[in-house]
């Protein structure tokens, strides 16, 4: 499996996980925050009509909004593309972003839909001036627990994510190693290619 490719379904199952837990122990905002996107998707997922198949559009279409509004996209494509970034102009920063976060969404949802049953305990939750971690670990059916840490940082009133740390690899990072890799042995165009055709790869593993 290509790095990109992988990097993209670890994601996805973070995303679909965190979304779907039980509550834990009282925290602060950042956590109480995750805990207001767990309720939306569970309501999504719970809703009767939406769970039809003539409605997996309207479905999908909700479950990508609460990723939307529980990520902070536009961080983490800055943190991602690292030094590169500066060097876009506005018009390819905004194309990057849109890539990214449409190819995270789709992956998102896709792998939200394959739901079983996981659980989560939060584990803590350290805060300081505007940036947070919440710390869980996701304990599946055989009672196997990993650890999954989510790097936060506050938007006004809303605390967003803006790093998923799975088992002490973080994600954003994982993708800089990657888009770094790219542009130096090709070029920002070549990286900008390959993310349009996973994007078109992602879609089209998620229609209906």
């Given amino acids: 499996m290509k790095p990109l490719r992988r990097a993209c379904l670890v994601l996805a199952s973070a995303l679909a996980l965190v979304l779907l837990t039980g509550r834990g122990a009282t925290a602060g ?5 995750l805990r207001e996107s767990i309720d939306r998707a569970l309501q999504a997922l719970g809703n009767p009509d939406l769970r039809k198949e003539i409605r997996t559009r309207e479905r ?13 996209f536009d961080e983490m494509t800055k943190r991602a593309l690292a030094r ?33 049953g996981e659980k989560i305990r939060y584990t803590g939750e350290s ?5 947070a971690t919440v710390r869980t670990k ?9 650890p999954v840490d989510y790097r936060m940082h506050r938007r006004g009133d809303r605390w ?9 690899i973080s994600l954003v990072a994982n993708y800089r190693s990657q888009f770094n890799a790219i542009i130096q042995t090709s070029t920002y165009q070549d990286l900008v290619a390959r993310m349009k055709t996973k994007a078109v790869s992602v879609a089209e593993s998620v229609k209906e």
Wanted: hydrophobic share 40%; charged share 25%; aromatic share 10%.
């Fill in 84 to 116: 590169h970034w500066h060097g876009r102009t506005p018009a390819e920063q905004k194309e990057f972003v849109q890539l990214f976060a449409d190819l995270m969404e789709r992956s998102y949802v896709s792998k939200l839909e394959l739901y079983a």
């Fill in 29 to 33: 905002p950042p956590t109480d925050q």
């Fill in 138 to 146: 996701i304990v599946t059916k055989q009672g196997t627990e990993i």
């Fill in 160 to 168: 967003l994510v803006y790093d998923v740390v799975i088992e002490g």
């Fill in 60 to 72: 999908r279409a909700a479950l990508r909004g609460i990723a939307n509004d529980a990520f902070d």
């Fill in 127 to 131: 805060a300081e001036g505007e940036l």
